[in-house]
């Protein structure tokens, strides 16, 4: 079957064919959550070589063990081993980037936050308001606790839902929604003190008190 044909099959088709060892069918799975795996591993090890290094090492995991997915969310599943690859790179590399050790919890909700990727056929004034823009909510992103970090970047950023984020966690759904409530309203002051870092067209008046 060559690859045309084997786009055209449905996910639940490809996954039984991954978990009898079919290799493309699990690269074809892979390409459909690319995007979504890199930019979690870029939030967690805050550098592109590390984080891609760290998707491929958690790829090549998850296919050797790819018969123990049950069949619920795979994109939180992948998630859930990319999240893992990432904690494990960072615990080698704690001493290098001075990483405290109470940010790995007992819940494995640690996670450092890096840029959004830019589309490289942007304008390039469009490309530096988002740099600046995407740099100011870095900045108000770093202030989060790591564990109301985690859930905002899997929900708000990477746009899982609240039980995929659970999933992908390792955490009951109601913990994330807790989370997501006081990460949100944290953020929200923390835009709101940091206005000035904001491009123009991005500053909106927001009320002194929430």
């Given amino acids: 079957m060559d690859v045309s044909q084997f786009t055209s099959l449905s996910e639940k088709t490809l996954i039984q064919s991954a978990q009898c060892g079919d290799l493309e069918a699990f690269n074809l799975l892979v390409l459909r959550y690319q995007n979504l795996l890199f930019g979690i591993a870029l939030r967690l090890l805050n550098d592109e070589d590390v984080a891609a290094d760290a998707v491929q090492e958690a790829l090549i995991s998850a296919f050797r063990r790819f018969h123990t997915f049950r069949g619920d969310s795979l994109r939180s599943w992948l998630a859930r081993v990319v999240v893992n690859a990432c904690y494990d790179e960072m615990r080698r590399k704690r001493h290098q980037h001075s990483v405290p050790l109470e940010l790995f919890n007992a819940d494995g909700e ?96 927001l009320p002194l008190s929430v």
């Fill in 110 to 205: 640690e996670i450092e936050t890096s840029y959004w990727l830019v589309d490289p056929q942007a304008d390039p004034e469009l490309q530096f308001e988002s740099s600046e823009l995407e740099s100011a909510i870095q900045k108000c992103l770093d202030k989060l606790p790591p564990i109301y970090r985690l859930v905002l970047v899997l929900v708000d950023v990477e746009g899982l839902s609240y039980e995929e984020a659970a999933s992908a966690a390792g955490v009951p759904v109601g913990t994330v929604k807790s989370r997501l409530a006081r990460a949100r309203l944290q953020m929200q002051k923390s835009l709101q003190m940091a206005g000035e870092l904001l491009p123009a067209s991005y500053r909106v008046e």
